[in-house]
Antibody, heavy 118, light 108 residues
Framework: QVHLVESGGGVVQSERSLRLSCAAS????????MHWVRQAPGKGLEWVAV????????IYADPVKGRFTISKDNSENTLYLQMNSLRVEDTAVYYC???????????WGQGTMVTVSS | EIVLTQSPGTLSLSPGERGTLSCRAS???????LAWYQQRPGQAPRLLIY???RRATGIPDRFSGSGSGTDFTLTISRLEPEDFAVYYC?????????FGQGTKVEIK
């Protein structure tokens, strides 16, 4: 069974940090690119970051560039999102999703909620 | 950045009716790199269509996609109760990956 399970969300004050995790199972994580996508309450989907399968390349959306870091541990089948200097506008459900290389996001986790308070 | 604009914002239909959702891109998108997702309330998005017209695994054939260039369409031939949800188009040809703002299909 193919699965992605996010964790690490919670309530945090602005300017603080949080690290999200996404545990993968049921597929070859080593050869999978991975993304983070977020959804603010009542809003649409916003792409956040991507990491290549081997971790050699990362790209970030402008709103999070310089504050968020995506990484993956292929030995632990886990994706991470380190979020620093959090802002109220980062409040959202954060989803991890698989991309098999120039492909759509075919597997999604259930999401983890991050609430940033002022 | 490729901006995707979906219309209408909300589509009010009855079960059994046909639904037609539009996605317009700010620049040409190769048909290989246009997808549609369904998101039911409280759930994660689910891939429906990729490569403009290819159904993802397990997606019923009442869902179909078409289009080219800057204009793409998702058609639901006969709406089932479980199809009332929000639908997003997405381009994955270039960074930043972008989504449309969504079309909500609601029960009339």
């Amino acid at each position: 069974q193919v699965h992605l399970v996010e964790s690490g969300g919670g309530v945090v004050q602005s300017e603080r940090s949080l690290r999200l995790s996404c545990a993968a199972s049921g597929f070859n994580f080593r050869i999978s690119g991975m993304h983070w996508v977020r959804q603010a309450p009542g809003k649409g989907l916003e792409w956040v970051a991507v990491i290549w399968a081997d971790g050699s390349k990362t790209i970030y959306a402008d709103p999070v560039k310089g504050r968020f870091t995506i990484s993956k541990d292929n030995s632990e089948n886990t994706l991470y999102l380190q979020m620093n200097s959090l802002r109220v506008e980062d409040t959202a459900v954060y989803y991890c999703a698989r991309d098999q290389g120039g492909a759509p996001f075919d597997i999604w986790g259930q999401g983890t909620m991050v609430t940033v308070s002022s | 950045e490729i901006v995707l604009t979906q219309s209408p914002g909300t589509l009010s239909l009855s079960p059994g009716e046909r639904g037609t959702l539009s996605c317009r891109a700010s620049q040409s998108v190769s048909s290989t790199y246009l997808a549609w997702y369904q998101q039911r309330p409280g759930q994660a998005p689910r891939l429906l269509i990729y490569g403009t017209s290819r159904r993802a695994t397990g997606i019923p054939d009442r869902f179909s996609g078409s289009g080219s260039g800057t204009d793409f369409t998702l058609t639901i031939s006969r709406l089932e109760p479980e199809d009332f949800a929000v639908y997003y188009c997405q381009q994955y040809v270039a960074s930043p990956w972008t989504f449309g703002q969504g079309t909500k299909v609601e029960i009339k």
